[in-house]
Structures are given as C-alpha cells and as structure tokens.
C-alpha cells in the first residue's frame, strides 16, 4: 500500500470507545473528526443530521453509524479545547450528543460562563461538571483522538471517513 493511501485510510477503526450513534457494524460508518469552534465542522455535522434522517426513513436506523472524534485546532480556536472537554465531562453524564448540539449551535458562546450555563440547562451535575473541567480530567481522551486523527493523515478539521476512506472534498 502507497503512503498516499495510508494517509487516506482511518488508522484507529471505529469502536466502543468512540462517541457514536448507531451500531458499529452498520453498513456505512462516518467518523467526523471536528472542532467545536471551527464552523466548517459544525456545517459537516448539519449535513450529517440530515443524512442521518434521511437514511433513518428510507434506509432504516441500522444503516448508519456516524461517530464523532475531537480535533480541536487551538492554535486557531482558543475555546475549542475546552469545549471538547465539555462535552465530554457531558458524556460521562450520559449527555453527550446533547451537549454535543448545544456547543455547535452556540459556536460564538463557548467560555467557561457558557459552558457552565449549557450544563445546567441538560441537568448536569454542575459540581461535578466543573471538576471534570478545573482537573482537566478529559484532556487525555481528546489528545487520543487527535493521534488518532494525525495517524490518518488529518491535519485540521473537519476530517471525514466513510467506511475507513476518507472523503476529501469538505
């Protein structure tokens, strides 16, 4: 295999590790490596709920399995970072995809202020919320992603593979 091909392929296979909606063995699989702050990702994912619907209806909901890794590119997007670490002080809440939305829809609201009042609006445990946060407790598993995403070749986001390929005209 060509390195071209290599840098072109997902390194690290999906698994259930991953934030995913759907199952693993569906017969598409989207992995998205995205920037909380960075509106082309937040475009890509828009997309990706309509395909998602659309695939749900005519297709059936075992069709598609779309998860989503973090890239936050912090040298450009200051809140990136700690939006991804949001989200996933949210996951450990059971509340990921809902904060997920929350932090893309408010692309221009992601301080601390705003990330505090986004969990407290899911309901979240806001004590422990704001520990996950001070502690950094989540930084380890967005810097896993980010390997993951540098070892298939991603060098900014928003990176998209379907079915392990990845798709080069966002």
Same mark, same amino acid.
């Given at each position: 295999?060509?390195?071209?091909?290599?840098?072109?392929? &997902?390194?690290?296979?999906?698994?259930? /590790?991953? *934030?995913? /909606?759907?199952?693993?063995?569906?017969?598409?699989?989207?992995?998205?490596?995205?920037?909380?702050?960075?509106? !082309?990702? $937040?475009?890509?994912?828009?997309?990706? =709920?309509?395909? !998602?619907?659309?695939?749900? %209806?005519?297709?059936?909901?075992?069709?598609?399995?779309?998860?989503?890794?973090?890239?936050?590119?912090?040298?450009?997007?200051?809140?990136?970072?700690? $939006?991804?670490?949001?989200?996933?002080?949210?996951?450990?809440?059971?509340?990921?995809?809902?904060?997920?939305?929350?932090?893309?829809?408010? !692309?221009?609201? &992601?301080?601390?202020?705003?990330? %505090?009042?986004?969990?407290? *609006?899911?309901?979240?445990? %806001?004590?422990?919320?704001?520990?996950?946060?001070?502690? =950094?407790?989540? %930084?380890?598993?967005?810097? /896993?992603?980010?390997?993951?995403? &540098?070892?298939?070749?991603?060098?900014?986001?928003?990176?998209?593979?379907?079915?392990?390929?990845?798709?080069?005209?966002?």
């Amino acid at each position: 295999m060509n390195q071209d091909r290599d840098r072109s392929s &997902l390194s690290v296979p999906p698994s259930i /590790q991953d *934030h995913r /909606q759907g199952l693993l063995d569906a017969t598409m699989v989207l992995v998205l490596y995205g920037d909380y702050q960075c509106s !082309q990702s $937040a475009d890509v994912y828009r997309l990706i =709920k309509v395909i !998602q619907r659309q695939f749900d %209806v005519s297709l059936g909901e075992d069709y598609l399995c779309f998860i989503f890794r973090h890239f936050p590119q912090r040298q450009i997007h200051a809140q990136a970072q700690r $939006a991804a670490e949001a989200a996933i002080a949210a996951a450990v809440q059971g509340q990921f995809w809902q904060m997920h939305d929350i932090l893309f829809n408010h !692309q221009q609201a &992601l301080g601390n202020g705003y990330l %505090v009042e986004y969990a407290n *609006h899911l309901g979240l445990d %806001v004590c422990q919320f704001l520990q996950d946060l001070a502690g =950094k407790v989540h %930084v380890a598993r967005i810097n /896993q992603d980010i390997e993951s995403g &540098l070892q298939s070749g991603v060098i900014n986001a928003p990176a998209l593979f379907i079915n392990g390929i990845r798709y080069s005209d966002l």
